[in-house]
């Protein structure tokens, strides 16, 4: 009954409490497991999407793959002919193109996806072979095949437009020598052995999913990348040279150099190896709300605390007296806020989402606090408790690099306000030190 002393003791009342806090964990970890299914659920919608579309491209090559041809006379005078090859990799490499984003919808899910205008070119130095150790071996200088690591062929758009030494090429699907490269597209390059110096050129349309990179197999290897995206993420083992980004997009430039990976210029009688050595460029979505989500879940402890401390304090410091069961509803609204976050980020913007959600949470504890404590000025205590709490949150999550900072001086502020406000209160009575026949909130602080 309002306005009567609480009989129970406060020790037992502050175990009460602790249970209902402990109690009410319990549906936050299921929320948190919802939040899980549902970010699942976007992945395989994604990932359905982009089995058809194109996923993520990493570009690998070119190779130019030369066979060498060996006769063997075995012990009955029969001749077996076997080939072995050399890999050599270009003197220079050359990426450049543009990326044009798109967003696409599948049911409430946005899926970003891109098509990407390659030019590619180069050149590759035969003088590199004069040093290898053939052992009479014959190089098959008509058999040369250039071959192009695709990770995704479906990605391709157009017919692949590919130039060698300055005449068009036939395009062959399917690698055929080269077993470091695990899908892509060969032609053939007949090599004059009279002739140092070839270069290669190539036009190709590829369509993929968020993350587009490149190994670097030049000995030089430059890149220079731009999109019209203004949350670009990049990625792999090099960092730009130089990058521009602004309100219209960016643009990117790379500088490999040959000393800069684990791979060798020629490689003979054994296969290529190639290291994980890559560089690129990945398309941020700015805005993750599953990602947001469940970082305000992680703060639900927190925050039915301290709103548990707000009505404690307004029991043991002015005479009222709570029902457990008040102190479940209100922790139940709390936790409530979270899944209402949840579905409203799914179809609005994430700040329009958190300010329904939190504004509904308020209004609702507020009605509710008014009509149990009966008192006005409880109830801007309670309101003006949750919206210090629930502004804090959204501003901890804007400030991802500092959260742990602000989080650590909430905690300080919230803690020193409790120890300002029961200075003077005797526990074992519940009742001001220095005047043992009055309570008030007033006295106290």
Not at 206 to 235: C, D, M, Q, Y
Request: negative net charge; charged residues 20%; hydrophobic residues 45%.
């Amino acid at each position: 009954m309002i306005g009567e002393k609480s009989k129970i003791p406060v020790s037992i009342k502050m175990v009460i409490i602790a249970g209902l806090v402990i109690l009410l964990l319990v549906p936050t970890l299921i929320i948190q497991y919802i939040i899980y299914e549902r970010e699942n659920r976007r992945k395989d919608v994604i990932q359905e999407v982009t089995e058809k579309w194109g996923e993520k491209q990493k570009l690998t090559g070119p190779v130019l793959s030369i066979p060498v041809e060996f006769t063997k006379t075995d012990n009955y005078g029969g001749k077996q002919i076997f080939t072995r090859y050399i890999y050599l990799l270009p003197d220079s490499l050359v990426f450049a193109g543009e990326i044009q984003p798109e967003i696409r919808y599948r049911s409430i899910f946005e899926i970003l996806l891109y098509s990407f205008d390659a030019s590619i070119c180069g050149n590759f130095n035969l003088s590199h072979l004069q040093d290898l150790d053939l052992n009479n071996g014959i190089i098959q200088y008509d058999q040369a095949v250039v071959e192009f690591g695709i990770s995704d062929m479906k990605g391709v758009t157009d017919e692949v437009m590919f130039h060698w030494d300055a005449s068009p090429s036939e395009i062959q699907p399917g690698i055929k020598n080269c077993a470091a490269l695990s899908q892509g597209f060969h032609m053939k390059s007949p090599l004059n052995p009279e002739k140092e110096r070839y270069i290669f050129s190539c036009a190709l349309g590829l369509n993929g999913n968020t993350e587009l990179s490149f190994t670097p197999l030049g000995k030089e290897t430059f890149s220079r990348i731009k999109a019209t995206w203004e949350h670009p993420s990049f990625v792999g083992d090099y960092l730009p040279t130089m990058r521009e980004i602004n309100d219209r997009g960016f643009e990117a430039e790379w500088k490999v150099l040959h000393l800069n990976r684990n791979i060798p210029q020629v490689t003979y009688n054994k296969d290529l190896t190639l290291d994980n050595t890559y560089f690129g460029v990945q398309l941020i979505l700015p805005v993750d709300q599953y990602q947001k989500t469940m970082r305000t879940v992680k703060y639900a402890i927190m925050f039915i605390g301290l709103t548990f401390l707000a009505f404690f304090l307004i029991e043991i410091l002015n005479t009222k007296m709570l029902h457990p069961v008040q102190y479940l509803l209100v922790g139940s609204a709390l936790v409530l806020f979270y899944i209402l976050l949840l579905s409203l980020s799914e179809h609005l913007y994430f700040p329009i989402a958190y300010t329904i959600a939190s504004l509904s949470l308020i209004l609702l504890i507020t009605l509710y606090s008014k009509a149990i404590l009966q008192d006005t000025k409880f109830m801007i205590i309670i309101t003006s408790v949750l919206t210090l709490l629930y502004g804090f949150l959204y501003i901890d999550l804007q400030l991802e690099d500092y959260a742990l900072l602000l989080g650590s001086i909430g905690l300080f502020i919230a803690l020193s306000t409790v120890m300002y406000l029961t200075r003077n209160l005797n526990w074992y009575t519940l009742l001001p030190r220095e005047k043992n026949d009055t309570s008030s909130f007033e006295k106290v602080s």
